[in-house]
């Protein structure tokens, strides 16, 4: 048995040696001259192949595994050869870290990977969603469902430049966005991460990568990753594919489609986003058809890489390969095998690597995964990361770091929110409208907790992953806004929590701005069978507004049952997920801009009618996709 055992180690050594050289070399060069993959005047593909050829089976597999910064020392990344590391939702060097803090972690990180025997830089990704969110002090531009309400794909470009720009300054080079997600049912957790509805919208809207990776030049190879300058980030679309249209709208769940539903609605997003030039896209956790998208080889090689000719790197999403199985986990070497032969290129085993990369290996040797399908990986992996100019510039750029919450780009995020605001109703009478509000009154009543509460206006994915409510980054809540656009006779109270009956009436108010909405929430968390207003702004909207003339602003990722309140309310707005800059919802009320914000998404008048939406034939909404009322008296833009 030991002589076997030894004959069988042999065998696999000598297999190793030949399939993937430890130490392999260059005949053509000599002694002291720089290689060939270190020359930035060879093409991309002579310095991708001649490094490919110098790689170690552990060196690829290095570049395939994603871990977490919490466990992303210099010995792990060394000793693995990490090829990228992420900042999970809320995963910060330090509470309030700097953008210089954040680049010296990355710096640090990256330092480790050129000291390797290849010296192949790593690539830091972060969730950057509606900005630069895990960071405190970045500008938090408004939710994609308020980004699908403006229907100005250049201003979404723009919103893309600023945040690659804030991303870049903390030394991170990847951004896991943009969500090209086709929301089919608000009541899936994530419906504000989906710029709408409907996927021509949806298809529009991913002109954010143009503003994320820069714009290829005319003469640029079709469906080629894309990354302009130090200034810009690798983007990833996702949630390939189907994510949004699951049973009953339960986060990473099955969608039930024919292939034809599949591609006309949840697909044509990724065209778009592949003609673009995105240079990676993320694999959804869903299901299709009750097969885990992770482990789909039809939707992920045949389509999107063969078909839609998808020339970037696929990533899995957070434990994705775990989830393959049921229960997660339950047997992760089938996981693995499942997923690297249907075409995931880069995993993310936050902490799991180790596995990862044993079992993997030991399936590349063994012949279960071929060893020119871990080359196909790889090569990937590493063409982006020359696109990206990592191998010239593999640091950050200090000189950036200002440009973090900088004016500019709270100027763009001001500008998104009063272009995201939907005016659902004006005035009890349509010959009477109570908007654009008089600014030059005695007494104003703001009245609900979300109306002077930044991260509530912010929603989900803000500083921590599920978000929190509370001041917990810089920025102006809508009461501050307020304030700041009345007129100096004015006097403005704030009142919190519900206010006992009767205490309005005798206020001596000339009006109400009453702020209510939902509490944050991500992904899985943010599911929701009734989608109701919760209980303190329900009853905040009858105490209020039955005592005083009241405009109402709903903060919320999707729309809410609000039929019951509408007899109630002189006015409705639905303010989405603004983000940190609240001062613009002040200037559309007072009418210093018009309203012009059209729905994203139908508004429903019973959760019962879910899921409901434009096109269908049983269509019979509150409010239909695309609704918004206009004022036409203030400035447009």
């Known amino acids: 048995m030991a002589r076997l055992a030894v004959t069988f180690s042999l065998l696999l050594l000598i297999f190793s040696w030949f399939y993937f050289p430890l130490v392999p070399g260059n005949a053509a060069q ?65 509470p309030h870290a700097t953008p210089l803090l954040w680049a010296d972690m990355v710096d640090s990180m990256q330092t480790a990977a050129l000291n390797t025997r290849l010296g192949i830089p790593l690539i830091y990704g972060i969730d950057a969603v509606h900005g630069h969110n895990n960071v405190h002090g970045a500008t938090i531009f408004p939710h994609n469902v308020g980004l699908g309400a403006t229907r100005d794909p250049e201003l979404v470009r723009r919103i893309g430049e600023a945040t690659a720009v804030e991303v870049r300054a903390t030394g991170i080079p990847y951004a896991f966005a943009p969500c090209v997600a086709v929301c089919r049912d608000p009541r899936w957790g994530r419906c504000y991460e989906s710029y709408g509805e409907d996927p021509h919208l949806v298809s529009n809207m991913t002109k954010v990568i143009l503003g994320l990776q820069g714009t290829p030049p005319q003469s640029y190879p079709p469906n080629e990753p894309y990354v302009a300058g130090s200034s810009n980030v690798v983007a990833c679309a996702k949630h390939y594919v189907g994510d949004g249209g699951t049973t009953h709208g339960i986060d990473e769940n099955n969608t039930v489609a024919s292939y034809s ?22 694999i959804s956790y ?26 970037g790197f696929t990533i899995s999403d957070w434990e994705a390969l775990d989830r393959i199985t049921d229960p997660p986990g339950s047997d992760y070497n089938y996981s693995i095998n499942v997923a690297i032969n249907a075409g995931l290129d880069m995993v993310m085993v936050p902490y ?16 279960q995964i071929n060893g020119r399908r871990i080359d196909d990986a790889v090569r990937r992996i590493l063409r982006v990361k020359f696109i990206a100019g990592l191998f010239e510039k593999p640091m950050a750029d200090r000189n950036l770091s200002d440009k973090v919450g900088s004016p500019e780009h709270r100027d ?12 659902l109703k004006n005035g009890k009478d349509a010959s009477k409208p109570m908007l654009p509000l008089n600014k030059n009154v005695r007494r104003i009543l703001v009245a609900g907790r979300h109306g002077n509460d930044i991260g509530l206006q912010c929603g989900g994915w803000t500083i921590e992953w599920q978000g929190e409510s509370g001041n917990v980054t810089a920025g102006t809540t809508i009461l501050e806004g307020i304030k700041g656009k009345v007129g100096a006779e ?34 899985f968390h943010g599911d929701d069978d009734n989608l109701t207003v919760p209980e303190d702004g329900r009853r905040m909207i009858e105490r209020v507004c039955r005592e005083v003339e009241c405009v109402v602003v709903l903060v919320s990722g999707r729309p809410l049952a609000v039929g019951r309140h509408l007899g109630e309310v002189g006015a409705l ?9 609240g001062g613009g919802v002040a200037e559309v009320l007072f009418g210093e801009y018009d309203f012009q914000g059209k729905s994203p998404r139908t508004w429903f008048k019973s959760v019962d009618q879910l899921p409901m939406n434009v096109g269908d034939p049983h269509y019979d909404p509150l409010f239909p996709h695309g609704f918004g009322l206009i004022t036409g008296i203030g400035r447009i833009g």
């Open 286 to 311: 869903s299901s299709w058809n009750g097969v885990k998208m992770s482990g789909n080889k039809f939707l992920i090689s045949d389509m999107l890489k063969q078909r839609m000719g998808f020339k």
């Open 352 to 367: 799991n690597f180790e596995d990862f990369i044993y079992y993997t290996r030991n399936q590349v040797i063994s012949g």
């Open 490 to 523: 004015a006097e403005v109270v704030y009142e919190a929590a519900v206010p006992e009956a009767g205490v309005v009436a005798k206020g001596g108010y000339d009006y109400a701005i009453v702020v209510v909405g939902e509490e944050p929430y991500a992904e």
């Open 573 to 581: 707005v639905a303010a989405w997920l603004p983000g940190t800059e």
């Open 30 to 94: 000599g002694p002291g001259s720089v290689p060939i993959y270190k020359d930035p005047s060879q093409p991309v593909d002579v310095r991708l192949e001649d490094l490919l050829s110098r790689m170690s089976l552990d060196e690829k597999l290095g570049q395939m595994t994603q871990i977490e910064r919490t466990v992303a020392n210099i010995s792990i990344i060394r000793n693995h050869y990490i090829g990228s590391v992420l900042s999970g939702g809320g995963s910060v060097p330090s």
């Open 412 to 423: 763009i995020a001001r500008e998104a929110v009063r272009k995201s605001l939907v005016l």
């Open 261 to 282: 539903e599949l591609h006309n609605i949840h697909m044509l997003p990724y065209y778009k986003a592949v003609a673009d030039g995105v240079a990676s896209i993320m």
